[in-house]
């Protein structure tokens, strides 16, 4: 019951309305003075510990912080699962970082009397007050107790134009009077009064929202022999660091089966809407099997790690073209691994960096968590993968990480498959990863007959609602969609959405429709303005934070947007709230652009919207985007990933990597990044790296980007001054690595050295820009000498200091030949491979300039003996392009490998690399003679590097020279622990090989004592009883107490050696 | 307004059309001009009329196979946002040499992007570009084989189309510029250094009479084909 009288709404004492903003952390509390007396301490921290987004506190008194300390604070309880834990604050907001999930009470008035005076304490409250602001806060809740007095920064604040939902809770008789003159002076619009008691309140909210909030997280666990357990992990996540906070765990609240008639109008059409809304749909099975192909490989996969342990991990990608089905697809396989008893993560659409030690950390507190249900008593060991899918927004702008991140899961011994969405177009950086595979490919393309197999499969759920469509129905739409006027247009599965729900017929197309809601229904300017920044964001598929959303003067715009819900909604916008902030988009990428390009094309539409200088509907996106990034609240701690995105993403300028959107417009993406508030711009190394890429990018392609070289200049300058920049940073984890800043910086250099070598710049300038380039090189060099792209710019570097010292020219030659021909062994990728091999192609070409014709007589120095071998090397090779040593005739090999151990070379350690490189080619198995080689080279810090390390100490296993072996293996350990070392144990190494038979050798071991749960150690016999880790799990009926005798074989990691079963591999 | 396609192309100096081929470098280019001028001044017919154009990946380094591979991949893209953005639509297939590289990369093509597709949107040179009668795809790739069974594994560039008397006269006048031949069921591939090839396309130019260029005047029609635009009136 309630009245509304002058805009202020005057609900029954008993009414809670705020229930459902506490479940989704939308409101924020104001406690004043007044209510906590009347409460009581106790029953006022009660309150206070519900999870608001944040608490202001005008009281700090003694008895209330003690009853907040004595909060419950035990992880597992629902409340802290929820909100985190509480943190009381009684200094400025910006002096203190808090966990990604915590419960802020900030006290304004500080701890004592004496905080409360100067003008500190002034600024400190402010602060605390502009929260609201600052994090747009949606709902507000004052608890003003029976003596009723506004906080005196409210009228201010709302005079200011801020608004929010506002409700007074307040038994003061004079409440209604108080409230309504204070409305009259704020112009506040909306008021709620609640006059309820404070005790009674506070009793009541408390007990109410603890009930409802049963939390708990019970997962679906499967056991050795595949038998479905339910396992409660409630707890195991970190509360203030919650990995549920970036993914969703499906539990088996989510798995419960639904008949098709069980789901609702409303459910159908929203599953047709957003089909990430709600799992039901998945449950009833809904989804249509578009490819089951994909989901026996997905299961297949997660069958294989039973038995194969975390080696057998797998990371797939679905290929997808824009608005075809990819996220329905990737929940829908992901739903049917969880209902396979394997646990599955998926990740939200928010933008979060993914960190692969966390989930791992995660996967390790929930298996203790599954250990300890002991589930599957009596069978063997067993400890089941894990699915992590991502749908296409996380990984967007950073392929090349994902798998690093699966390698930090796997290195914690975790067995898991993640699979990602990505573009139609592969992104280089994962085409250029062997170890990603394509699990599926969806497209707008279908055939007739499929399209009329899902038409039967959807009316199914249709039926009992009477929205079935008839067969002359569905024959028509895909005639229509398939071969008729839409053909082509690469939208089938979008229209049949609009379609299924009675949007469009089929005289009119989706772009149409979509352009006409927009213009007929939405007639206020500012929610316009806001759904075309939500329409642009989503074309580059990110959300649109709710604080960057256009001011409004009359009224919040968020609110704007959700009254006309049902106009909105069906333009496919819609509200998402994770953790405490909340993000607006449209559900496709593709109809953000429907609505961009109906707006283009629509004169005078755009000019009022203020784009009316946009070329094309590519350009207007640029434009609203720009005016995005420009926004001042971007710089908040809680958006830096988004923007972020703008540099490594959004406005990327990279054509070689397939970041070209708005390379026509470069000039304008610069710009639009340095309109980006210099606060976060010179804070972040991530944005200052991407940016300076972009300028290096245009400086270097002069086909592309036709500017003179002045232009050039200063985007080079430019470039390298925000990689210094971004060096003298402190680099957080997660963050830019000094590495990649290094490459970046010499790279740019050498560029910057070139073009000002042609605009005629003094030498000894352009010398001193090739020393900065050469110092940033070696920097990388120390940093990892593996590194692919390091070696790239380490080998470039060596070709054109050896163009300025031709005497010096055959040993470069030489040395790159080395680098660029190991580092193509390991490098699969066909573009890494061009780009490695173009620089062999330079130092043959270094080669010949410098060597003139080679004699085939008896050399007499170092340098004749390196150009014969190397003149062997290549001879009658007139086409050298993308060629690594696998592709030169093997005779040449062999030639030149003879001459590269011609008695003048023997000491020579490049002459050395390039040998054993030959020689791992064409003699793989002749472990004594690898040995040799790379032991001349063992103490050469410079040659000898960890991946040469790694192979150079399982050689010495294979010639049994295990206590050397194991020694190395520690070492290379701590060198592990120390820093990001890509390096690989090569096929030929893997397996501890019987040399005379070139078998795997079988070994005999014996079970030592300890161990970690999931591993315990054996004396191996024949490595001179060295203490090898295996995995309980692989020796499946074995009774592995300590003392037992078994067999095995031995596998090689970066690690050192493992005992594996005998049908292992 | 202008596309972005087109602004693209400005940029590059490109006459794009609606029906577009890019090929590996200039001398490709240069060889389909010489075929479609000679054409049209025997026969009346414009090879490059209804919106046909022909344009190379680029000069020197920027071109060859990794220039196909990333112009056509820019260019489709941004074809395919001038589509959606309502603007003029344009088409754009790769023609790779068929050697190594050019294979290579052609299948790099399709790998990286499931909607390219070999005999639809990318294709190699073969002796005998088999007709398509409006079938695309695996069943052309599957007729071009078959055709061509005869010299398959025999590499396959544009000069290979030009008559054997007119190479020999060129290797007669320019010795040093022929490196090797191929030979295979009466056809030859000749592999010229790189200074031989521009000596050969000057030669071409001076020297070559229409009935010299009739395969090269057949690739064209044969490319026509492909992407859909009227040949068969057209063919010698």
């Known amino acids: 019951m309630s009245e509304i009288v002058d805009r202020l709404q005057i609900l029954a004492p008993d009414a809670l309305p705020i229930l459902s903003e506490l479940d989704s952390r939308d409101a924020s509390l104001w406690l004043m003075p007044s209510f906590a007396e009347a409460a009581g301490p106790e029953a006022t921290a009660g309150v206070l510990s519900l999870p608001w987004e944040f608490v202001l506190s005008e009281t700090a008194s003694e008895d209330l912080l003690k009853a907040v300390d004595a909060l419950d604070s035990a992880i597992e309880t629902p409340l802290v699962r929820r909100r985190g834990l509480v943190h009381v604050i009684d200094v400025p907001p910006s002096n203190t970082v808090l966990p990604p999930r915590s419960l802020p009470i900030f006290l304004l008035n500080g701890r004592t009397e004496a905080d409360n005076a100067g003008f500190a304490a002034r600024a400190r409250r402010m602060e605390m007050i502009r929260e609201l602001q600052q994090r747009g806060v949606r709902s507000l809740v004052v608890l003003g107790g029976p003596d009723l007095m506004l906080p005196a920064e409210l009228e201010q604040l709302w005079q200011d134009g801020f608004q929010c939902g506002l409700t007074i809770v307040s038994d003061d008789p004079e409440a209604r009077q108080k409230i309504t003159e204070w409305q009259?002076?704020?112009?506040?619009?909306?008021?709620?009064?609640?006059?309820?008691?404070?005790?009674?309140?506070?009793?009541?909210?408390?007990?109410?929202?603890?009930?409802?909030?049963?939390?708990?997280?019970?997962?679906?666990?499967?056991?050795?022999?595949?038998?479905?357990h339910r396992v409660d992990l409630s707890g195991r996540d970190d509360p203030e660091h919650p990995l549920l906070g970036n993914y969703e765990l499906l539990s088996e609240a989510h798995l419960e089966y639904v008949t098709p008639e069980g789901l609702s109008s409303e459910e159908i059409n929203g599953f047709f809407r957003d089909s990430s809304a709600s799992w039901r749909p998945y449950a009833a099975q809904m989804p249509w099997p578009r490819d089951d192909r994909a989901r026996n490989t997905l299961t297949k996969a997660l069958r294989d790690l039973d038995r194969n342990g975390p080696e057998a991990s797998r990371i797939f990608y679905i290929r997808a073209e824009s608005g075809a089905g990819a996220t329905t697809f990737i929940r829908d396989l992901a739903f049917g691994a969880a209902m396979d008893g394997y646990p599955t993560l998926i990740a939200n659409q928010a933008p979060f960096t993914p960190s692969g030690r966390s989930v791992a950390n995660f996967i390790n507190s929930c298996l203790n968590g599954i250990t300890a249900a002991d589930i599957g008593k009596g069978l063997r060991q067993y400890e089941a993968p894990w699915l992590i899918a991502f749908d296409r927004s996380q990984w967007e702008g950073r392929e090349g990480d994902i798998a690093t991140f699966a390698r930090q899961i796997t290195e914690a011994g975790r067995r898991i498959c993640i699979v990602f969405v990505t573009d139609a177009l592969l992104p280089v950086a994962i085409y250029a990863e062997k170890r990603l595979e394509n699990l599926s490919d969806l497209s707008h393309e279908i055939s007739q007959e499929a399209a009329m197999a899902l038409g039967q499969h959807l009316n199914r759920f249709l039926r009992p609602l009477g929205t079935a469509r008839e067969a002359h129905e569905w024959q028509a739409f895909v005639n229509h969609s398939l071969v008729g006027p839409a053909a082509?247009?690469?939208?089938?599965?979008?229209?049949?959405?609009?379609?299924?729900?009675?949007?469009?017929?089929?005289?009119?197309?989706?772009?149409?429709?979509?352009?006409?809601?927009?213009?007929?229904?939405?007639?206020?300017?500012?929610?316009?303005?806001?759904?075309?920044?939500?329409?642009?964001?989503?074309?580059?598929?990110?959300?649109?934070?709710?604080?960057?959303?256009?001011?409004?003067?009359?009224?919040?715009?968020?609110?704007?947007?959700?009254?006309?819900?049902?106009?909105?909604?069906?333009?496919?916008?819609?509200?998402?709230?994770?953790?405490?902030?909340?993000?607006?988009?449209?559900?496709?990428?593709?109809?953000?652009?429907?609505?961009?390009?109906?707006?283009?094309?629509?004169?005078?539409?755009?000019?009022?919207?203020?784009?009316?200088?946009?070329?094309?509907?590519?350009?207007?996106?640029?434009?609203?985007?720009?005016?995005?990034?420009?926004?001042?609240?971007?710089?908040?701690?809680?958006?830096?990933?988004?923007?972020?995105?703008?540099?490594?993403?959004?406005?990327?300028?990279?054509?070689?990597?397939?970041?070209?959107?708005?390379?026509?417009?470069?000039?304008?993406?610069?710009?639009?990044?340095?309109?980006?508030?210099?606060?976060?711009?010179?804070?972040?190394?991530?944005?200052?790296?991407?940016?300076?890429?972009?300028?290096?990018?245009?400086?270097?392609?002069?086909?592309?980007?036709?500017?003179?070289?002045?232009?050039?200049?200063?985007?080079?300058?430019?470039?390298?001054?925000?990689?210094?920049?971004?060096?003298?940073?402190?680099?957080?984890?997660?963050?830019?690595?000094?590495?990649?800043?290094?490459?970046?910086?010499?790279?740019?250099?050498?560029?910057?050295?070139?073009?000002?070598?042609?605009?005629?710049?003094?030498?000894?300038?352009?010398?001193?820009?090739?020393?900065?380039?050469?110092?940033?090189?070696?920097?990388a060099y120390r940093l990892n000498p593996d590194n692919s792209y390091v070696l790239e710019v380490y080998a470039r570097d060596r070709l054109i200091g050896a163009?300025?010292?031709?005497?010096?020219?055959?040993?470069?030659?030489?040395?790159?030949?080395?680098?660029?021909?190991?580092?193509?062994?390991?490098?699969?990728?066909?573009?890494?491979?061009?780009?490695?091999?173009?620089?062999?192609?330079?130092?043959?070409?270094?080669l010949l300039r410098s060597a003139g014709t080679v004699d085939d007589t008896e050399p007499s120095t170092e340098g004749e003996a390196i150009q014969q071998a190397l003149s062997a090397l290549g001879d009658g090779m007139t086409q050298r392009e993308g060629m690594s040593l696998d592709d030169f005739p093997r005779t040449n090999r062999i030639d030149a490998a003879a001459r590269l151990g011609h008695p003048l070379l023997r000491s020579n350690a490049q002459a050395v690399r390039l040998r054993y490189i030959l020689a791992c080619m064409d003699h793989p198995k002749d472990f004594a003679l690898q040995l040799e080689l790379l032991e001349t080279l063992d103490g050469n810090r410079a040659i000898l590097s960890p991946q040469l390390d790694l192979e150079l100490t399982i050689l010495m296993h294979q010639r049994n020279r295990h206590h050397q072996a194991s020694q190395r293996f520690q070492k290379l350990r701590q060198l592990w622990a120390r820093g990001e070392h890509y390096v690989e144990v090569p096929d030929r190494l893997r397996w501890l090989l019987d040399e005379s038979t070139g078998q795997r050798r079988q070994v005999r071991a014996r079970i030592a004592s300890g161990g970690d749960g999931a591993r315990l150690h054996a004396r191996v016999q024949e490595l001179q009883n060295d203490r090898v880790p295996f995995r309980i799990a692989e020796f499946d009926g074995t009774q592995l107490r300590p003392g037992t005798n078994i067999s095995g074989l031995i596998s090689f990691g970066h690690n050192g050696p493992l005992l594996r079963p005998l049908t292992a591999g | 307004m202008i596309g972005l396609v087109e602004r693209y192309a400005n940029g590059k100096g490109w006459n794009v059309g609606t029906a577009n081929v890019l090929v590996e470098g200039t001398s490709d280019v240069r060889y389909l001009r010489l075929a479609r001028d000679l054409w049209q001044r025997e026969s009346n017919h414009d090879l490059f009329d209804s919106g046909f154009a022909v344009f190379e990946a680029g000069l020197k380094d920027d071109?060859?196979?990794?220039?196909?591979?990333?112009?056509?991949?820019?260019?489709?893209?941004?074809?395919?946002?001038?589509?959606?953005?309502?603007?003029?639509?344009?088409?754009?297939?790769?023609?790779?040499?068929?050697?190594?590289?050019?294979r290579k990369h052609a299948r790099m093509l399709c790998d990286m992007d499931f909607r390219v597709k070999h005999y639809r949107d990318v294709f190699l040179l073969h002796p005998i570009m088999p007709a398509s009668n409006g079938v695309l795809g695996p069943e052309l790739q599957r007729r071009a084989e078959a055709q061509n069974g005869s010299c398959a594994g025999l590499d396959w560039e544009i000069e290979d189309f030009l008559p054997e008397d007119l190479i020999r006269g060129f290797c007669n006048a320019n010795p040093g510029a022929l490196i090797r031949e191929q030979k295979m069921a009466g056809r030859v591939h000749r592999e010229f250094t790189r200074e031989g090839k521009g000596w050969l396309q000057r030669y071409v130019a001076e020297e070559t009479l229409v009935e010299d260029m009739i395969e090269v005047i057949r690739l064209i029609c044969a490319l026509r084909d492909y992407l859909g635009l009227e040949h068969q009136s057209m063919r010698p």
């Open chain 2, 63 to 102: 071109g060859g196979v990794q220039g196909v591979v990333r112009e056509l991949q820019a260019l489709r893209q941004m074809a395919f946002q001038d589509r959606a953005s309502l603007m003029t639509e344009r088409k754009f297939v790769g023609l790779f040499d068929n050697d190594h590289a050019g």
């Open chain 1, 184 to 228: 009259a002076g704020a112009g506040a619009r909306r008021v709620t009064l609640l006059p309820a008691p404070a005790a009674l309140l506070s009793e009541a909210l408390h007990r109410r929202y603890t009930e409802r909030a049963d939390d708990r997280l019970i997962i679906r666990v499967r056991d050795a022999q595949g038998t479905r």
């Open chain 1, 803 to 846: 163009s300025e010292d031709p005497d010096g020219a055959a040993s470069v030659a030489l040395e790159v030949l080395g680098i660029v021909y190991g580092a193509m062994q390991r490098e699969t990728a066909e573009l890494r491979r061009n780009a490695l091999s173009r620089l062999a192609d330079k130092a043959f070409d270094l």
């Open chain 1, 488 to 779: 082509g247009r690469s939208v089938f599965w979008i229209a049949l959405a609009f379609w299924l729900q009675r949007q469009i017929d089929l005289t009119e197309t989706v772009q149409g429709w979509l352009y006409d809601q927009f213009r007929q229904k939405v007639t206020d300017p500012v929610v316009r303005h806001a759904i075309v920044d939500i329409a642009a964001m989503s074309t580059v598929r990110q959300l649109l934070p709710e604080t960057l959303l256009p001011r409004s003067e009359d009224f919040p715009t968020r609110d704007k947007l959700s009254d006309l819900q049902s106009t909105v909604g069906a333009l496919g916008v819609v509200r998402q709230r994770f953790g405490t902030v909340s993000h607006w988009a449209m559900i496709h990428d593709q109809l953000g652009r429907f609505l961009l390009t109906g707006l283009f094309h629509d004169a005078p539409a755009r000019e009022s919207a203020g784009l009316a200088a946009a070329q094309n509907p590519d350009h207007l996106r640029l434009m609203v985007l720009a005016r995005i990034a420009s926004n001042p609240m971007i710089a908040h701690p809680d958006l830096v990933e988004l923007a972020e995105t703008f540099a490594t993403s959004i406005f990327k300028i990279d054509p070689g990597q397939g970041r070209s959107e708005f390379a026509l417009y470069w000039c304008e993406a610069l710009e639009a990044l340095d309109a980006m508030p210099k606060t976060f711009r010179m804070a972040s190394r991530t944005f200052l790296h991407h940016s300076s890429i972009s300028r290096r990018r245009i400086a270097k392609d002069d086909l592309m980007f036709p500017i003179n070289d002045d232009k050039r200049a200063d985007l080079l300058r430019r470039s390298t001054g925000d990689i210094e920049a971004a060096l003298a940073l402190e680099h957080d984890a997660g963050g830019e690595p000094d590495l990649n800043l290094y490459n970046s910086l010499a790279h740019a250099y050498h560029d910057l050295a070139e073009v000002e070598a042609r605009r005629g710049t003094p030498a000894e300038q352009v010398a001193a820009l090739r020393s900065k380039a050469n110092k940033a090189t070696y920097s």
